[in-house]
């Protein structure tokens, strides 16, 4: 595996052929997942690794986020990773850039929570593919707010990159793996499992009102837990689902101990 720090290192190659896995780095085995999945899509795999400054609202968060180089380095190469990015502010943000808007579906859920964290999220993932152009892209469905958004842009702008998503990998208690899960401690850890209980109850439903039902009491139980929200979606559309909704999905956010945590399920009963 090589590492670069600097795209000009790549500019006489042909990157068409290249699975992109974009990341902030603290790679864990969640990216591992999508690594190992690239690397089945092609034998070239370029894996970036840049905590994007536009995704935090809030400059402690940014300061917080775990920053891993060595152990990075040891889970791409590992996972099949062939080229690994390490870019600088000044070379994703040479100056001014295009700006693309989430519109009204980045100040739902997560964007509510987190303004302008899907602004910049789909900042950095249109300038990441100007640079590269990559034949396909690789993104975990744990935000699947992220992924859809990403989808929707792709769609318009950037015809040429296949979006290919890899399910959540969770830990074998069910927590979803994260960079943030380091910073919970064992009792804050199996306060966090709630999200998990709550998804797996609410996907035994018989009805959206529910499953609905499961969720929101199951997540009631653990008072570590501070609910932001709990939603069931239509994947289609990213709205609210009805009892026609062919795919529905669950979806939960809040946090233990100020450690903001995100997980969702797709659910049974997939339309009538």
Known sequence: MREISN???????????????????????????????????????????????????????LEEYPRNPGSDALVAERSGATILWRPEVAEIYPGQVESISAG?????????????????????????????????????????????????MARGQHEGVEIVSVPTVRADDGLALSSRNVRLSDEDRRAALVIYRALFNASKGLSLKEMQEQLDKTLRQEPRFTCDYSAIIDEEYFTLAT????????????????????????????GN
């Open 104 to 152: 009204s579906l980045g100040n739902l859920f997560e964007g509510a929570s987190r303004p302008g964290h899907f602004d910049g999220m789909l900042t950095v993932v249109n300038r990441l593919f100007s640079l590269i152009h990559p034949g396909w892209a690789l993104f975990g469905e744990k935000d699947f707010q992220q992924l859809f958004l990403v989808r929707q």
């Open 7 to 61: 795209l000009n290192q790549l500019r006489s190659e042909d990157t068409s052929n290249i699975a992109f896995v974009p990341t902030m780095g603290a790679l864990h085995a969640g990216h591992a997942k999508l690594i190992e999945k690239a690397r089945e899509i092609s034998p070239h795999v370029l894996v970036s690794a840049f905590i994007n400054p536009l995704q935090f609202n809030d400059p402690k968060d």
């Open 243 to 270: 009892e026609r909704s062919i795919a529905k999905r669950a979806l939960v956010a809040g946090s233990v101990s100020g450690v903001r945590l995100i997980d969702n399920m797709p659910l049974g009963n997939r």
